[in-house]
């Protein structure tokens, strides 16, 4: 099942069925062990929509309340690989190889609600950044509770220039305004995410498309669940959060990002995340 965040309320797709659910305050539906079950039993009693493709196109936000999003770094080898080479000029490649291996995970703040857009909004780029990319990730709804009770598509905007000058200017190259995405909507479901799941990156410059690549979550060196309980150990969420999981699609050096340029990542069973860049 997939929930969707509304201006006007929540709406679930089940079984090519929509259902409008109104009167919740998401941070409390969202954030519940029992999240599938709950939406399962909650469309039983509802009967279908039939404008929801309206609904979305006019009244879809981000699929967030008051949570934080962190993020995971270097979880797939070609992203260890990618933050060595970037990193060669400040002698900081070895920090990467070395977290790729070790037994703690690179774990980050990355957005407050209000830096995150949802699907078919803007994206941006720092303005003292000369090389940006997005960075198209599967990610974790958790409760308070630190379960795994649903996914998303994220997209962790990196200044790359920056980052690459000095690893300790990780948080300016990683959180600023218009620096996350996630959506459209949370998928739910009583099995785990599939492992094979296909992660597609197409980004278009005036109508043409200028990169694509694909990965597959087998690619991760870390379990999402061992990621979690990483983040969990010292932290505490009231709302619940989101975790991205790393990325594994890495655009080549000579590749950056340009004001106009629309993003689209697609993950297998949840959708597509689609957004727009500008300065």
């Known amino acids: 099942m997939k929930i969707y965040k509304l201006k006007s309320g929540i709406l679930v797709e089940s079984s090519d069925q929509h259902y409008l659910l ?3 305050i998401w941070d409390k539906f969202i954030n519940d062990d029992h999240l599938y079950q709950k939406v399962k039993s909650l469309v039983q009693t509802k009967r279908p929509v039939h404008n929801a493709l309206q609904l979305i196109q006019n009244e879809l936000v981000a699929p967030i309340g008051s949570q934080e999003i962190w ?3 270097v979880t797939y080898f070609n992203s260890k690989l990618a ?3 970037e990193s060669e000029a400040a002698d900081g490649g070895d920090f990467y190889a070395k977290v790729y291996t070790a037994e703690r995970p690179e ?8 830096r ?5 909004e803007k994206v941006r780029i720092r303005k003292d950044s000369t090389w940006n990319v997005p960075e198209p990730e599967l990610t974790l709804l958790l ?4 379960k795994i009770v649903g996914y998303t598509i994220g997209n962790d ?13 990780l948080p300016q190259a990683k959180t600023y305004d218009g620096s996350a995405a996630i959506g459209p909507c949370i998928y739910v479901s009583e099995w785990a995410f599939p492992k094979d ?5 197409v980004i278009h410059r005036n109508g043409a498309p200028v990169f694509e690549g694909t990965t597959n979550l087998v690619q991760m060196k870390r379990s999402p669940e061992e990621l979690a309980s990483w983040l969990f150990k010292e932290l505490s969420f009231p709302e619940g959060c989101f975790l991205m999981t790393g990325t594994g699609i890495i655009p080549a050096k000579e590749f950056s990002l340009q004001p106009g340029d629309e993003i689209r990542i697609h993950i297998e069973k949840i959708g597509t995340l689609t957004n727009w860049v500008s300065l």
Not at 107 to 114: Q, V
Not at 116 to 120: A, D, N, P, R
Not at 143 to 146: A, K, L, Q, V, Y
Request: proline fraction near 5%; include cysteine; charge should be negative.
């Open 83 to 85: 933050r060595q080479e």
């Open 143 to 146: 409760t308070s509770s630190g």
């Open 71 to 73: 993020a995971s770094g």
């Open 197 to 201: 799941a296909e992660i597609q990156l």
């Open 107 to 114: 774990l980050f703040f990355k957005s407050s609600p209000h």
């Open 116 to 120: 995150c857009v949802g699907s078919g």
């Open 157 to 169: 905007m990196s200044s790359r220039s920056i980052e690459g000058e000095n690893p300790l200017y």
């Open 22 to 24: 109104e009167n919740y």
